[in-house]
């Protein structure tokens, strides 16, 4: 299995801007979490999906930020309108139910 | 509200020495503890984890002490190799909704000089 995927993994963009990030899970992992990893808190847990449905986003940091998972092998992380305050890596993790969460390689969003 | 937290942002070891992170926690409600490694540009992979049943947990290098009165645990790795310079992550887990959820600490940047 290739593990967990994200894209893109650098992402840069102006203030403003409408920012997408994406994720392919593990094959037969039905929960599917979103992570923001900043030097003053560590990662943060934004949102989790268990069977594409969204159990708990109570992490969003607000309502520029959404999350959807249309299927069992995709997940996107939307901000919009993007502030410089959102520049962060952004891992999406994915696990069977009981076991170990398995990471992607982040996605290092800037905002100017 | 920092439930789980690495006080230590790094430690610097030499070679063949032992390594000690600490990390602290506040809800009692946890009752499973881990530990996760990240090297740059990578994600996070798990390393150790120990139950709150438990007070340590051993896998070669690697022992996870747990102190329960005292809300503590501790990743061991002894002897350190270059290889360990990482951050390391503590994370606990509770369940809340039906599900298990993952509270991460800060990090600690550890370095293993040679």
Not at chain 1, 5 to 17: A, N
Not at chain 1, 51 to 70: C, L, Q, T, Y
Not at chain 2, 42 to 60: C, H, V, Y
């Amino acid at each position: 299995d290739a593990g967990v995927i994200q894209s893109p993994r650098h992402e840069v963009t102006e203030m403003g801007q409408e920012v997408t990030l994406r994720c392919k899970p593990i094959s037969g992992h039905d929960y599917l979490f979103w992570y923001r990893q900043t030097m003053m808190r560590g990662l943060e847990l934004l949102i989790y999906f268990n069977n594409n449905v969204p159990i708990d986003d109570s992490g969003m940091p607000e309502d520029r930020f959404s999350a959807k998972m249309p299927n069992a092998s995709f997940s996107t992380l939307k901000i919009q309108p993007s502030e410089p305050r959102d520049s962060a890596v952004y891992f999406c993790a994915s696990r069977v139910p009981l076991g170990e969460q398995y990471f992607g390689p982040g996605t290092r969003l800037t905002v100017t | 509200d920092q439930q789980v937290k690495q006080n230590s942002p790094s430690l610097s070891v030499q070679e063949g020495r032992i390594s000690i992170l600490n990390c602290d926690y506040t809800n009692s409600m946890f009752d499973y503890f881990l530990w996760y490694k990240k090297y740059p540009a990578e994600g996070p992979t798990f390393l150790i984890s120990i139950s709150s049943i438990k007070d340590k947990n051993e896998d070669g290098r690697f022992t996870v002490f747990l102190n329960k009165s005292a809300k503590h645990l501790s990743l061991h790795i002894v002897p350190s190799q270059p290889g360990d310079s990482a951050v390391y992550f503590c994370a606990a887990s509770a369940f809340f909704q039906g599900a298990q959820k993952l509270v991460f600490g800060q990090g600690t940047r550890l370095t293993i000089n040679p």
